[in-house]
């Protein structure tokens, strides 16, 4: 049986890590590093857990999307996250270059859009894919049996 290709949400995780995890993890010139290291632990362990054949981080690219678009009130109610999560953000992708993995992303589409489109071109090509996000709107495609 071929390894599955693992799709990660690289803003969820990221999210998530910084959240979870105290501020006051940070480098010696006092730069904070929580989501960062956060983020580290989840991928070593995904690594680990499912030795995937290929691995694609999607970020969310900066400006609106085609909801936007289409209704402008689109996550307005969201309050602004602090300053530190987004220059992690921007860490965490660098980090997923370096490491050598697949940075996907795409202009007017947020990163569970981009991971939908992999997993259903990968269903569509007989694979398996593990989309790993906190973003309930990609449960939808859990129903697809090559996608997890």
């Known amino acids: 049986m071929p390894r599955p290709l693992l799709l990660i949400d690289g803003n969820s995780l990221t999210y998530r890590a910084f959240f979870a995890l105290p501020t006051d993890l940070m480098t010696a010139s006092g730069q904070v590093t929580n989501a960062v290291t956060g983020f580290c632990a989840m991928l070593v362990t995904l690594l680990r857990e499912y030795a995937p054949d290929g691995v694609a981080v999607a970020f969310d690219l900066p400006g609106g ?8 009130s689109y996550k307005d109610n969201r309050e602004k996250q602090p300053d530190i999560l987004y220059e992690q953000l921007a860490l965490v992708r660098d980090l997923v ?3 050598g993995l697949r940075v996907v992303e795409a202009e007017g589409f947020e990163a569970d859009d981009v991971l939908a489109t992999l997993a259903t071109a990968a269903r569509d090509a007989g694979r398996d894919a593990i989309i790993v996000t906190g973003d309930r709107d990609s449960y939808q495609l859990v129903e697809d049996p090559h996608v997890r």
């Open 65 to 72: 999307t085609f909801r936007h678009e289409r209704l402008p």
């Open 97 to 99: 270059e370096a490491l």
